[in-house]
């Protein structure tokens, strides 16, 4: 078990209300990670953090904020949500890309 | 061409079978390998890191071919419990060490 939890599990949202998702590592990994999850795509990575207030856009960041103001935590805000933005959602830690990321259980996110 | 790509499956095979999942990837600079499994609803998980020379764990094996760019994972005397799908990870150096996951396999042992 890495330690990496992930609020909330579960939400349905309204198009055009703004989220945030938590995701807590207890690790203390330098590197943390959001993506996203959709049939046909595999996972697509949407920001990461290389360290505290330090983070970078993936491939697939229009729409998504995030920060980091601790080591252990690191949120996704999805400024105003749209119906694309309906997936699963997999925070993951580790120490660099090239060792391994422990994901945390992820949240589904339906926009209504 | 995406950048990693896998057969999507489903592979069904009885118990007992042996299976194999092939992994092509498109980035020749790629450094890093490995293969998550990832079971309904769950979390991906480290399964097995690849590495050049090959290695086991168990009855899992996988295999690493750079001339070809790709990885395979093999596995023997398939239980029940391996049903889930089986991703193919790829990572590269592009600042952060670029990371791709492969949509993944998905492997059903039937009884």
């Known amino acids: 078990d890495a330690g990496i939890t992930q609020s909330p599990r579960h939400k349905v949202t309204e198009t055009g209300t703004p989220v945030t998702l938590r995701c807590h590592q207890t690790?203390?990994?330098?590197?943390m990670y959001w993506y996203r999850q959709d049939p046909g795509h595999g996972l697509r990575l949407i920001h990461y953090s290389y360290g505290v207030k330090d983070t970078d856009k993936g491939e697939v960041s229009d729409g998504y904020s995030v920060s980091r103001s601790k080591t252990e935590d690191f949120l996704l805000t999805l400024e105003s949500a749209t119906s694309s933005q309906t997936s699963v959602y997999f925070c993951?830690?580790?120490?660099?890309?090239?060792?391994?990321?422990?994901f945390g259980p992820g949240t589904r996110l339906t926009v209504t | 061409r995406k950048e990693v790509e896998q057969d999507p499956g489903p592979f069904n095979v009885p118990e007992g079978a042996t299976v194999a999942f092939n992994c092509t990837y498109s980035n020749s600079a790629s450094q890093s390998f490995f293969w998550y499994r990832q079971d309904c609803r769950k979390e991906p998980k480290l399964l097995m890191s690849?590495?050049?020379s090959g290695n086991e764990d168990g009855r899992f094996t996988a295999q690493l071919n750079r001339a070809s760019q790709y990885i395979s994972l093999l596995i023997r005397d398939s239980k029940l419990s391996d049903s889930a799908t089986y991703l193919c990870?790829?990572?590269?150096?592009?600042?952060?060490?670029?990371?791709?996951f492969g949509t993944g396999t998905k492997l059903q042992v039937i009884p």
């Open positions: 990870v790829v990572s590269h150096s592009g600042g952060y060490q670029k990371v791709t």
């Open positions: 690849v590495y050049s």
């Open positions: 993951a830690a580790g120490l660099a890309g090239e060792y391994e990321q422990y």
């Open positions: 690790e203390n990994h330098r590197y």
